[in-house]
């Protein structure tokens, strides 16, 4: 029997693809989430990364960490620190981090915070990975979806991105998780790299939605850091479902 394999965000997104990979690879799989467990076939662990409820209980025993969740702010900076000492005290295990791909280039707060977190991660003391990859499909449909009561839809001009599947990734993690210890893992990118605008309009196309879609120069650092395309990974463009196939699933 092997050993568990605790997730953190196991209900989100990501979490929920990863999941039934790390299942159907023979893994016994723990859930941690603030609400009571639901997902089949996992052992749910009722627990708050912020406060560090739950948490030794959920360590206990896990051979793995893959730790997914994120409040999308600086709050994962705390969070990633009470599950660092929960593992310490714990046994040890290999702590898998999933970032994104331009944290240390593009100067958002979250990416600033998600680079603090791999740093904490890299200096533990634990056996670790760090796995970057490029948006989610997800995102950039929420950006459409966001702006439903708009006439238009705006994304910043002169911005390209290069979305992946979840499940894709799901798949490259439940690897990494499977394997010993890597470090740095090389970048995970999905297949192509698209203007924002261009794929505005593939998601309106897909609905059947016909709405004007603006690219609007945006000012700030960070915003000339996605033009730069400091968020992308060309060279590792390792995912095989495009935004349209994701679309039309
Ligand atoms: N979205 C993207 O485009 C993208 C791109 C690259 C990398 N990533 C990274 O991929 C990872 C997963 O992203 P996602 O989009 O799948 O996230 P998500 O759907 O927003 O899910 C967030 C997860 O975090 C958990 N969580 C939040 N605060 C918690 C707390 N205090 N204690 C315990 N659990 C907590 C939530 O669990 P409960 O609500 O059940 O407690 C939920 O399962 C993140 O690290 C993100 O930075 C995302």
Request: aromatic share 6%; proline share 8%; with cysteine.
């Amino acid at each position: 029997m092997k050993n568990p394999i605790l997730v953190t965000g196991g209900t989100g997104r990501l979490g929920r693809a990863l999941v039934p990979q790390l299942l159907s690879a023979g893994h016994p799989v723990r859930v941690l989430s603030r609400r009571p467990a639901t997902a089949p076939d996992t052992q749910g662990f009722r627990g708050d990364l912020l406060t560090g409820e739950g948490l030794d209980e959920a360590v206990a025993g896990a051979s793995v960490i893959v730790h997914c969740a994120t409040g999308n702010g600086r709050s994962d900076i705390k969070a990633t620190r009470n599950l660092l000492h929960a593992a310490l005290r714990g046994g040890r295990p290999h702590l898998l981090y999933v970032s994104i791909v331009g944290v240390d280039r593009v100067g958002l707060s979250y990416y600033r915070a998600k680079l603090a977190c791999e740093r904490l991660v890299a200096d533990s003391g634990l056996p670790w990975t760090v796995q970057r990859t490029t948006q989610f499909h997800e995102l950039i449909v929420w950006m459409c979806t966001s702006q439903r009561w708009l006439p238009a839809i705006v994304m910043p001009g002169g911005v390209s991105f290069q979305p992946v599947d979840t499940g894709e990734v799901a798949v490259r993690l439940a690897a990494l998780a499977g394997a010993p210890p890597a470090g740095r893992a090389p970048d995970m990118g999905g297949p192509e790299v698209r203007r924002a605008a261009d794929l505005a309009r593939a998601y309106l196309r897909s609905r059947g939605a016909r709405r004007p879609v603006l690219p609007v120069p945006m000012p700030g650092v960070a915003m000339r850091a996605y033009r730069a395309g400091e968020h992308l990974a060309p060279e590792h463009a390792d995912g095989r479902i495009t935004f349209d196939q994701f679309l039309a699933a």
